[in-house]
């Protein structure tokens, strides 16, 4: 009778701690993640400099404040909209136009389209000095298909003329293909009865591209606008592996500056305050999306 009674309290026990045991994975990812955004609000609300620690002390928003009469941040925020405006709007006219000639199932585009992944598969910083070598006005060959052309000495990510739109053209030779996979999924997931019902009545392909497949289409292009969004306004290893923020300040975006505010200056408060920034515009933007 004992052992009957205890058999019971054991499965009890372990009938109630099944669901904490299942949540646990879930608490320790919380942890991990809220110890370190703390950790970051508190390190953003203070002047702390790593080479003068005796210096250091709590200053409210003290960092913030600067931010607003600092021209190096308004125009590292500058910087950061516009390298992620042109990357992801020019990635989603590409990769929306690509998904479109590869919509069709034929054994052709399938084996396109694999091809089409492979930058995807290249790590962006690997994918960066890669363009970095072949932009290089020695021996690159992007600069001796210029030169051939008739412009010479191409200055590529060394000039402030031409800087940001290399980065661009690398970012976009990476990422373009995430957005054709994420629109051709959703363009080969449409219902096919709209475009059967427009073909028999020959409705004009321009007709059917902008009031059936966009419409359709349009859970599938926030999706993928958000993700690249998220993605592009946080953008370092590309930017930091070509032109480590330069020529100047005219790439330095918020993970550049903050990454050399700490790594350089040792302004750990500054540093912070930055990703903080970057936190709530990223915040705001993937807010933005959800709800529409």
Same mark, same amino acid.
């Given at each position: ?104 199932? /034929?054994? !052709?585009?399938? %084996?396109?389209?694999? +091809?089409? *992944?492979?930058? #995807?598969? =290249?790590? @962006?910083?690997? &994918? $960066? ?46 990422? /373009?293909? !995430?957005?054709? %996979?994420?629109?051709? +999924?959703? *363009?080969?997931? #449409?219902? =096919?009865? @709209?475009?059967? &019902? $427009? ?60 990454? #050399? ?32």
């Amino acid at each position: 009778m004992s052992q009957t009674v205890q058999k019971y309290k054991s499965g009890q026990f372990r009938h109630k701690a099944l669901p904490y045991l299942l949540s646990l994975p879930a608490l320790l990812v919380c942890i991990g993640v809220l110890i370190p955004f703390f950790t970051a609000v508190y390190y953003s609300l203070e002047r702390y400099r790593l080479n003068l620690p005796h210096l250091r002390k709590f200053n409210w928003g003290e960092n913030y404040a600067d931010f607003f009469s600092d021209p190096s941040f308004w125009n590292t925020l500058k910087v950061s909209l516009s390298y992620t405006g042109l990357t992801v709007g020019i990635e989603l006219v590409l990769g929306l136009g690509i998904a479109l000639l590869l919509q069709r199932r /034929t054994r !052709f585009n399938n %084996i396109v389209s694999i +091809a089409l *992944l492979m930058p #995807l598969m =290249t790590a @962006p910083a690997l &994918a $960066a000095l890669m363009w970095k070598l072949m932009t290089n006005p020695n021996f690159g060959i992007l600069s001796y298909f210029v030169a051939s052309a008739g412009i010479e000495d191409f200055k590529w990510a060394s000039s402030p003329d031409t800087a940001l739109m290399t980065v661009v053209l690398v970012d976009v030779w990476v990422y /373009t293909p !995430f957005i054709m %996979i994420l629109l051709l +999924a959703g *363009l080969r997931s #449409l219902p =096919t009865q @709209p475009f059967e &019902a $427009a073909a028999l009545d020959n409705v004009p392909r321009s007709f059917v591209f902008f009031r059936i497949t966009l419409p359709m289409l349009t859970p599938y292009l926030l999706t993928a606008v958000l993700f690249r969004l998220l993605d592009a306004i946080q953008q370092f290893d590309i930017i930091y592996a070509m032109t480590q923020g330069g020529p100047g300040d005219k790439l330095m975006v918020f993970q550049v500056e903050a990454y #050399l505010q700490f790594f350089q200056s040792t302004n750990v408060g500054r540093s912070a305050a930055l990703l903080m920034v970057l936190w709530a515009i990223t915040y705001f933007l993937s807010n933005l999306f959800v709800k529409n």
